[in-house]
């Protein structure tokens, strides 16, 4: 926020009611009282409104030198723009070079974080049948919270893979008046998976707070972890060629920029949760959930996303585009050094 500062007008004539004026020669010059010149008084009075009128301008041209600065309203409510590419709405501005999202660690390996806790109704699940996920966020009153603002297009989201990092989805489920979340969800094989709320609370005074939790989902059954897929830039999804460009560092937001082809050509990719691409990237081991700002338009036929990564290791990408109205998903695993 801009410094503020005030002007206080001072009375010139600071010595005093009965100091005069010296004259040049040294000797007080007394008032006149034949009406050729101002008296004392006259002049005090002269000084002090000349003085609150030069504090009157000077405060004005110290508030246009010094504008307050605009603050986005909150998430998804327009666009916001910060040093030379704006970010889809809901994305709050942020500085992409050192020291700014770099001190970011993963998210979503808690239950509980900044204040919130996700309470699953429960969290076994049969291999490979459809049964509702339900679920409640709660304030540090063990209140349900039932005011998200709408971040991406949507107040939650919901991000499910299995421990090896396949079985990805990203599910958006619908809430009830009594702040329970539900989605249909199927987990296909047996093992431990681990289920990522990403959302945006609205506090009961209007303050926001995002936060991305995190709960494991157990499928009873044999557990067969796949191993994690070679580092590769490229992917087929279908008939889309997906391919990126960019190198991830620990520390620094970094921008990847990804083209997606339908044959030979350009596909004609359709906007989804308010940019034409969703990035999640995930960090093996410990699953960190990373947040991935997307730029809000394609420079040409790529989509940029900015992403921090807080330590080196094997991180796995999903990206969500859209075309034709069908949501695709591109996986590809990075190793940073």
């Known amino acids: 926020m801009a410094e503020q500062r005030s002007v206080t007008a001072v009375d010139s004539d600071a010595r005093g009611p009965d100091a005069r004026p ?13 009406g050729a010149g101002p008296d004392r008084s006259t002049l005090r009075l002269a000084l002090t409104v000349g003085g609150l009128v030069l504090a009157i301008l000077l405060g004005f041209g110290l508030g246009r030198a010094n504008p307050k600065p605009t603050t ?7 666009a916001t723009v910060s040093g030379e590419h704006s970010h889809a709405p809901g994305a709050d501005a942020h500085d992409h070079g050192a020291g700014g999202e770099a001190a970011t660690a993963a998210g979503g390996l808690a239950v509980t974080a900044s204040g919130y806790t996700l ?15 339900r679920f409640q966020i709660r304030d540090d009153q063990r209140r349900a919270v039932t005011r998200f603002a709408v971040v ?38 047996p093992g431990v998976w681990r289920a990522y709320a990403d959302f945006t609370a609205v506090a009961d005074d209007g303050r926001q707070t995002p936060a991305t939790l995190g709960v494991d989902l157990v499928v009873p059954g044999a557990y067969e972890p796949r191993p994690l897929p070679a ?13 990126y460009q960019g190198a991830p560092e620990v520390g620094r937001a970094v921008p990847l920029r990804f083209q997606v082809h339908d044959g030979t050509a350009p596909a004609a990719l359709e906007r989804y ?41 094997r991180y796995r990408m999903y990206l969500d585009f859209q075309v034709a109205g069908v949501v695709r998903t591109a996986e590809f695993t990075v190793t940073v050094a």
């Open 22 to 34: 010296d004259s040049p020669g040294g000797d007080a010059a007394p008032g006149r009282a034949d």
């Open 72 to 78: 986005p309203s909150g998430a998804g409510v327009a």
């Open 119 to 133: 309470t699953p109704s429960g969290t076994e699940f049969p291999a490979g049948r459809a049964v509702e996920f």
């Open 231 to 243: 580092p590769a830039t490229t992917a087929t999804v279908d008939r889309f060629a997906v391919a």
């Open 273 to 313: 949760l308010g940019a034409y691409g969703h990035l999640v990237a995930l960090r093996e081991g410990d699953l960190g959930y990373l947040h991935v700002h997307p730029d809000a338009v394609p420079a040409g036929d790529a989509i940029t996303f900015w992403l921090t990564v807080p330590g080196p290791g």
């Open 152 to 189: 991406h297009d949507k107040p939650m989201h919901l991000i499910v893979v299995r421990r090896d990092l396949t079985g990805y989805q990203h599910l958006h489920p619908t809430m009830a008046p009594d702040g329970t979340w539900s989605v249909p969800l199927t987990l296909a094989r």
